[in-house]
């Protein structure tokens, strides 16, 4: 190699393989500032770009997973109101059958009618109050049920259907007028609650029936949704322990480099002894 004052070789060189390993240091430290070995196009454009469409499937399927929260929620809150009109239902059928006693007077007949009356509006109360975020399943509002997302697509959806136990409706046949003022009366009543002790219990299988399909449902949008976050994971998250020990490596080989690239500068002083005489 011949020596010049004015070209170096070996300097430009020793610089080049110096910026080249300046640039593997600050991307092994890039991939331990964010902990990802993919964190943009230009580390892998193919890569990226699938890692990108699995991350908005998931954002998509969290919305799924709020929808499927929300519907069972809902449906809690109408399986403790609905079982909770069983049990007044059972407490009328008591008072009912009570009433049907021709041997007791006026008085504790009048009692019976009361009690049976405040049950009928405690019915009433828990129709008002079994709603969650704006829905109610009881009431009688939500005569097609409602439809919840069931893919990332929202092309699908899963429905909680209604049950309207409303009374004097199809499921709680008592009259909103029922009395237990004679033993006439009561023996209608006693049937109108043994038919609608059947109907809300019927009607509460269905309802439990929806609601175990749709935490079915939720159930497997979480596992999905956690194996596709798994997916990104593979494709994108950077190993650090690896990176750690690269990195080590590299600093020692810049440090060899900064060595070399002084060596190579110090070259031109060869020249000066030539001519030292």
């Given at each position: 190699?011949?020596?010049?004052?004015?070209t170096?070789?070996s300097?430009?060189i020793a610089?080049?393989?110096?910026?080249?390993?300046?640039?593997?240091i600050?991307?092994v430290?890039?991939?331990?500032n964010?902990?990802l070995?993919?964190?943009?196009?230009?580390?892998n454009?193919?890569?990226?770009?699938v890692?990108?469409?699995?991350?908005s499937?998931?954002?998509?399927?969290?919305?799924?997973?709020?929808?499927?929260?929300?519907a069972?929620?809902?449906?809690?809150v109408?399986m403790?109101a609905?079982?909770?009109?069983?049990?007044?239902?059972?407490?009328?059928r008591?008072?009912?059958?009570?009433?049907?006693?021709?041997?007791?007077?006026?008085?504790?007949?009048q009692a019976?009618?009361?009690?049976?009356?405040?049950?009928?509006?405690?019915?009433?109360?828990v129709l008002?109050?079994?709603?969650?975020?704006?829905?109610?399943?009881l009431d009688g509002?939500?005569?097609?049920g409602?439809?919840f997302?069931?893919?990332?697509?929202?092309?699908r959806?899963?429905?909680l259907?209604?049950q309207n136990?409303s009374?004097?409706?199809s499921?709680?046949?008592l009259a909103?007028?029922a009395?237990?003022?004679?033993v006439?009366?009561?023996?209608?009543v006693?049937?109108a609650?043994?038919?609608?002790?059947?109907?809300?219990?019927?009607a509460?299988?269905?309802l439990?029936s929806d609601?175990?399909?749709?935490?079915a449902?939720?159930?497997?949008?979480g596992?999905?949704?956690?194996?596709?976050?798994k997916?990104v994971?593979?494709l994108v998250?950077?190993d650090?322990?690896?990176?750690?020990a690269?990195?080590?490596?590299?600093?020692v080989?810049?440090q060899?480099?900064v060595?070399?690239?002084?060596?190579?500068?110090?070259?031109p002083?060869?020249?000066l002894?030539?001519?030292?005489?």
């Amino acid at each position: 190699m011949a020596l010049s004052v004015h070209t170096n070789t070996s300097a430009m060189i020793a610089l080049q393989n110096l910026n080249k390993t300046n640039e593997d240091i600050q991307g092994v430290q890039n991939r331990i500032n964010t902990g990802l070995k993919v964190a943009g196009a230009k580390d892998n454009s193919s890569v990226y770009a699938v890692a990108q469409g699995m991350r908005s499937d998931i954002g998509a399927y969290g919305s799924v997973s709020s929808s499927l929260d929300r519907a069972v929620s809902i449906g809690d809150v109408a399986m403790a109101a609905g079982e909770s009109i069983s049990d007044l239902l059972i407490q009328m059928r008591e008072k009912a059958t009570a009433a049907l006693d021709p041997s007791i007077d006026t008085f504790s007949r009048q009692a019976y009618d009361s009690d049976f009356k405040q049950l009928l509006d405690q019915v009433r109360v828990v129709l008002n109050n079994a709603e969650f975020d704006g829905a109610n399943l009881l009431d009688g509002s939500q005569t097609n049920g409602i439809a919840f997302l069931a893919d990332a697509d929202a092309t699908r959806s899963v429905t909680l259907g209604g049950q309207n136990m409303s009374i004097s409706g199809s499921i709680v046949t008592l009259a909103n007028n029922a009395s237990l003022g004679t033993v006439t009366l009561s023996a209608n009543v006693l049937t109108a609650i043994q038919t609608s002790l059947d109907n809300v219990n019927q009607a509460l299988a269905n309802l439990g029936s929806d609601l175990k399909k749709i935490e079915a449902h939720r159930t497997f949008v979480g596992k999905l949704t956690d194996s596709l976050t798994k997916g990104v994971g593979n494709l994108v998250d950077a190993d650090l322990a690896k990176e750690s020990a690269r990195l080590q490596a590299l600093q020692v080989k810049q440090q060899l480099g900064v060595q070399a690239l002084s060596i190579a500068n110090s070259e031109p002083q060869i020249i000066l002894n030539l001519f030292g005489g």
